[in-house]
């Protein structure tokens, strides 16, 4: 049958952009409740289901828990290569902890480098980044005195993380003063977990973020 003049002239339905998915994230956290409660908060927040939290079942120092996401790493990309699948091997894996009064954090810091791994340290601890979502830097303090601050925003503070009720609308303003701490760091010479306060917990929530 001969198309009509009408068929002849219709322009071809025009094709749905592609849009290339989210990095595949590992996030491995040295902390059993805090931190993996805000990083799924903001997770769910964001609708990003490509972001992997997991805790460790045996802790110690930051080393070890850069050897355990190495671990987590070489098996995902085992399964892919297997499989035949790059989207089981993670694009990104990331380790969370605090400088507080850990032993061989340079050795964890050049171990992550040599095997392709971010981290996200804050000094003294990860309490920090939660404090910036209210207020600017406090100055250098102790892990508790910190924690003591935090109390003073969030009632009853005790280790439990709502990302939504308490920490959404300050998010914004969190980023700017972290990237603050580290300008400041960086104009001294120094890496920003070599500096008290400082948090690069936001270098990973960015991540997690981008649309």
């Not at 972001?51 to 671990?71: F, S």
């Not at 791994?117 to 303090?141: C, Q, T, V, Y």
């Amino acid at each position: 049958m001969a198309k009509s003049r009408r068929d002849r002239n219709r322009k071809p339905a025009r094709r749905k952009p592609f849009r290339e998915p989210k990095p595949l994230i590992l996030v491995v956290c040295e902390g059993k409740v805090t931190e993996p409660q805000y990083f799924r908060g903001f997770t769910n927040a964001c609708l990003n289901p490509r972001v992997d939290i997991r805790i460790p079942g045996e802790h110690g120092t930051p080393k070890r828990l850069v050897e355990v996401a190495k671990e987590y790493k070489k098996l995902a990309e085992e399964a892919a290569a297997k499989e035949g699948d790059e989207n089981l091997a993670f694009d990104s894996v990331w380790c969370v902890f605090d400088v507080d009064e850990h032993p061989l954090i340079p050795d964890a810091i050049q171990m992550a480098r040599d095997n392709g791994i971010h981290l996200a340290i804050s000094n003294p601890a990860f309490e920090l980044w939660l404090l910036l979502h209210f207020r600017d830097s406090p100055g250098m303090k102790r892990r508790d005195q910190v924690r003591e601050l935090l109390e003073d925003f969030v009632e009853e503070y005790d280790k439990h993380v709502d990302f939504v009720k308490d920490y959404s609308t300050g998010y914004d303003d969190a980023v700017k003063r972290s990237k603050r701490l580290s300008e400041i760091a960086s104009n001294s010479g120094r890496s920003h977990h070599d500096c008290n306060p400082s948090t690069g917990v936001f270098l990973l929530t960015e991540l997690i973020r981008v649309p």
